[in-house]
Each structure stands twice: as C-alpha cells, then as structure tokens.
C-alpha cells in the first residue's frame, strides 16, 4: 500500500518539479521576426493596361532580429477584386521589394505597382515575409482604383 501511496505522490509531483526547473533561452539570445506597416502613401488611382504609379511604404522592424535583403521582402497582393470576392492573380503587386533592416528600426521602401485590363476597385495588402514566403507581422490594406 505505501508503494502505492509513493507513486501516486510522485506521479502528481513530477510536473510541478519539471515546471519550476524549465530552462528558459537568456532574453538577449531570443531571436524574434516582427513588423508593423506604419503607413501607406501613393496613388489610390491608376490607368489600366501598361500604366503603372509608386506607392511608398513606411515599416518598422519590431523585433529583435535585423533583417538583410537576401532574407527578407515587402510584398503586395489581391485581397479583393472589383467584385468584392478574393483575386487570385497578384498583377497589380507582383513586384517584391527586397528590404534590409535593423531591429528597433523604420523606414520607407518604395513599391511599383502596374495596373491591370480590368478596370475596378481593387484591396492590397503589405505585409513582410521572409524568403521563403511566410508573411509576418502586422499588415496594411489599401485600395487602388483601376480606370480607363
């Protein structure tokens, strides 16, 4: 009965003890990816076809880690087409702007964006990614009209 009594008090212990003996990375070692789009400034109006205007794009490097331009990209893509719905082809932000940063950082990144044959009210979204596409941080939306 008492090796009873022994495991069950340290089956329920065990956990507790793992808990207050976690090993926690030093604050400085911790490595964190994290944006915020402050702002975007540019054309709300554009020609469709081959025209195309400069939106510049205000980030801030919020976290902890500096970022270069071989690992990291400003992107741009279709939220909403000029029927409301979702758009699967990214023409009026195809272009992908390498940006480098240092942590605690912000600043401005300019961005091409070409208008498309359709003519309409279009939703993009800014956000940051890393290399391989994964998009981080806080995004910002803004919407262009495509005219004759």
């Given at each position: 009965m008492t090796t009873i009594s022994a495991?069950?008090?340290?089956?329920?212990?065990?956990?507790v003890f793992a808990d207050e003996t976690r090993i926690e990375p030093l604050p400085h070692?911790?490595?964190t990816y994290d944006a915020k789009?402050?702002?975007?400034n540019g054309c709300r109006q554009i020609r469709s076809g081959t025209s195309s205007c400069r939106i510049t794009v205000q980030v801030e490097n919020t976290g902890t880690t500096d970022w270069d331009s071989a690992s990291f990209r400003l992107v741009g893509r279709i939220v909403k087409?000029?029927?409301?719905?979702?758009?699967?082809?990214?023409?009026?932000a195809h272009d992908n702007t390498k940006v480098s940063l240092e942590a605690r950082r912000r600043d401005f990144f300019?961005?091409?964006v070409e208008g498309v044959p359709y003519l309409g009210r279009y939703e993009i979204e800014w956000c940051?990614?890393?290399?391989?596409?994964?998009?981080?941080?806080?995004?910002?939306?803004?919407e262009?009209?495509?005219?004759?």
């Open positions: 495991f069950a008090i340290a089956f329920f212990l065990l956990p070692l911790r490595q789009v402050l702002r975007v087409g000029p029927s409301g719905s979702p758009v699967q082809r990214d023409e009026l300019t961005y091409e940051m990614a890393r290399s391989n596409g994964r998009r981080f941080g806080d995004c910002m939306r803004r262009i009209t495509v005219v004759e």
